[in-house]
């Protein structure tokens, strides 16, 4: 799987050197990101003229702080490949108006043209990014209260359940379909409730991920876990 999408991802940087790519945290994408670091040492990927914008960030947060998602990011991927910092581009957990920080986040998307490709994880509950299941989902770029399950999911990344951060900043649903190719990657279990949904081709709020059967060009892949 993790092959599978990052050999997508050099293809995309190939056809396009400046590629827009957005790109996701969590315990899924981690494998995609430590191939295309080895890609990237081995010549078979550059990143020097790409765009990156990421989903989401815990709020409050500082990026210096060891759980945030800029952390993570640096971790796993800005660090390891030849990306230009001033390329990069994640939420500002820290920001002191947090509306402002989410309209420029979305402009920033536009004036770069759009999101090239952009990878998604899935959570148990079929959320993509922050965007939890509700009667109502946000178009734009928002700040979001998280909900107990995602807590709990999450806490597994910190020293306790209490140390979770409450909110967070995240795509809004029409940044997400706004991209003009999406992977979906799905691994494990526990997603394999949500996946089905999402195949099944009907589309629910309840299951926010169902939403990219509203899209053209989504690729999904998964485990065979997943796919029981």
Known sequence: MSKTAARMIAGQL????????????????VGMYAELA????????????????????????????????????????????NLNPQNVHIPDGSAKDIETECANYDKSIDEFGGIDLQILGIGNNGHIAFNEPEEELTDKTHLVK????????????????DDVPRNAVTSGMATILKAKKIILLVNGKGKGTALKKVLSGKITTACPATMLNLHRDVIVIADNEAME
């Open 38 to 81: 080895s890609m990237y040492k081995r010549g078979e990927a550059d990143f020097s003229k790409a765009v990156t914008f990421n989903l989401d960030e815990y709020y409050p947060i500082a990026r210096e702080n060891d759980q945030s998602y800029y952390y993570f990011m640096n971790e796993h991927l800005y660090s390891k490949v």
């Open 14 to 29: 190939i056809l396009k050197p400046n590629s827009v790519l957005g790109l996701a945290t969590g315990s899924t994408p």
């Open 146 to 161: 998280l909900t107990d399950d995602t807590i709990e999911a999450n806490s597994r990344f910190f020293a306790s359940k």
